[in-house]
């Protein structure tokens, strides 16, 4: 949804920026005379000059929120992959007789009851997963998937060998998926 401020006026250039229309103030009649009809006159240029300003260019604030709704759709998309990645590394891992993740953002984060009574013990083994961001989680599972398992989560397909994954599978990110 564009706000007033972000809509274009007058012609495109190659840049894709609007170019400011040079118009010719327009005297507008006013009542008085003398210094008081020159304010109000004033006023009304300048009401029109701002107009023209704000119609003509996209205004920062409404550039910075695009941009930010885009981060906030990757950023769920990524937390959606590396949810895919987690529950299928879980299933091959344990079809392999694995009882314990490699890392502990490899797999979901299991609901338990927690009893009120005991002192909850952190471990400090994984500190590395508060460290890195959900992207770089996906990376590191993703490459753990196809290495290990020769399994693509943008596929959605368990190839036989590596040499079969690098002739199939499009590559290791989600763009690359769609680009094809």
Known sequence: MNSP??????????????EKKRESFIWFKCKGSGREAAF???RKIKKSIIHNNRSAEPCSMCVNRERKRVQ?????????????????????????DIQEPFKKYFWPKE?????????IQEEE???????????????ILNIYLRRTYYYCVYCVTVYDDETDLMEKCPGLYRQHHYLN
Not at 8 to 16: A, E, K, L, T
Not at 113 to 118: A, L, M, S, W
């Open 72 to 96: 906030e759709v990757v950023a769920k998309l990524d937390l959606s992959d590396l949810f895919k990645c987690q529950r299928v590394c879980r299933q091959m891992d344990l079809k392999q």
């Open 111 to 119: 609901v338990s009851e927690v009893d009120t009574n005991e002192p």
């Open 40 to 42: 109000k006159q004033i």
């Open 5 to 18: 401020c972000c809509q274009y006026s007058g012609n495109q250039n190659n840049m894709g920026r609007a």
């Open 125 to 139: 083994e994984d500190e590395d997963e508060d460290f890195l961001s959900i992207d770089e989680q996906l990376e």
